[in-house]
C-alpha cells in the first residue's frame, strides 16, 4: 500500500488554466506538506496543515490555494497557471507538526509543465 | 534562519568504492538534521537522522552519517557504493518553531561507474 499518493502524476497544461493536484496519506499522520521542487532540485516548501489547519505558509503567490479536507488529504489547486509554475510538486506527511524531530514521508511527485 | 549547503553538485564514484557527501547547516541551536535519498522519477526517502546522543548514525542501505557540531557538519558516508545507489541526495535541517518546517541543500547527484 502506498502510504503518501499524489494524483496525477503528470500534469502538462496550458498557461491561465486552473488545475488541481491531489495528496492522500494513509499512515494516520496528523500533518501534511507541499513542496515545490525546481528544474534545479532546489526543494521549498510551499505550505503545511495539522490535522486541516494550515500552520505553514511560506512566501507563494496567492494563486496557489491548499485546501485540506480531511487530515488524510491535502489538495493544492492552482489558478492563472504561469510558465514558472513548471515544477515537481511533493506532497509529504508525518506524524504531528511540533518538535522538528518527526520524519517526513513523502509522495512520489506529481510532474507540472506548463506550455 | 537554518540554511543547509551542498558543496558538491556532482560526484562519480566506482562501484565498490567509498563515498563521503557533504552536507553543512547553519542554525542557532542544536539541529535536527536528515539526509534524503530520490531516485530517478521518485519521492524522496529517508536515509537517516540525528536528533541527539550518539553523533554517528546509521541508516539504511548501509549508510551513515557523523555529526561535528565543531564542524557544522553533517556528512554521509558508505564504504562500498552500489550501482543501485545512483540519486540524488539531500541533505535538511529541521527548522525552529512550529511547523516542521525542512529546509534542504541543493542535492548531490552520484553517479556510479561500473
Known amino acids: 500500500d502506498t502510504a503518501v499518493s499524489q494524483t496525477p502524476k503528470y500534469l502538462v497544461t496550458q498557461m491561465g488554466n486552473d488545475k488541481s493536484i491531489k495528496c492522500e496519506q494513509n499512515l494516520g499522520h496528523d500533518t501534511m506538506y507541499w513542496y515545490k521542487q525546481d528544474s534545479k532540485k532546489f526543494l521549498k516548501i510551499m505550505f503545511s496543515?495539522?490535522?486541516?489547519?494550515?500552520?505553514i505558509n511560506e512566501t507563494v503567490p496567492n494563486r496557489f490555494s491548499p485546501k485540506s479536507p480531511d487530515k488524510a488529504h491535502l489538495n493544492l489547486h492552482i489558478n492563472s497557471l504561469e510558465l514558472g509554475d513548471s515544477a515537481v510538486y511533493f506532497c509529504?506527511?508525518?506524524?504531528?507538526?511540533?518538535?522538528?524531530?518527526?520524519?517526513?514521508?513523502f509522495g512520489p511527485g506529481t510532474r507540472l509543465l506548463v506550455l | 534562519a537554518q540554511s543547509v549547503t551542498q558543496p558538491d553538485i556532482h560526484i562519480t564514484v566506482s562501484e565498490g568504492a567509498s563515498l563521503e557527501l557533504r552536507c553543512n547547516y547553519s542554525y542557532g541551536a542544536t539541529p535536527y538534521l536528515f539526509w534524503y535519498v530520490q531516485s530517478p522519477g521518485q519521492g524522496l526517502q529517508l536515509l537517516l537522522k540525528y536528533f541527539s546522543g550518539d553523533t554517528l548514525v546509521q541508516g539504511i542501505k548501509g549508510f551513515e552519517a557523523e555529526f561535528k557540531r565543531s564542524q557544522s557538519s553533517f556528512n554521509l558516508r558508505k564504504p562500498s557504493v552500489h550501482w543501485s545507489d545512483a540519486a540524488e541526495y539531500f541533505c535538511?535541517?529541521?527548522?525552529?518553531?512550529?511547523?516542521?518546517?525542512?529546509?534542504f541543500g541543493t542535492g548531490t547527484q552520484l553517479k556510479v561507474e561500473l
Open positions: 535538511a535541517v529541521g527548522a525552529t518553531g512550529g511547523g516542521n518546517k525542512l529546509t
Open positions: 496543515y495539522n490535522n486541516k489547519e494550515l500552520i
Open positions: 509529504a506527511s508525518s506524524q504531528k507538526a511540533g518538535g522538528n524531530r518527526e520524519t517526513q514521508y
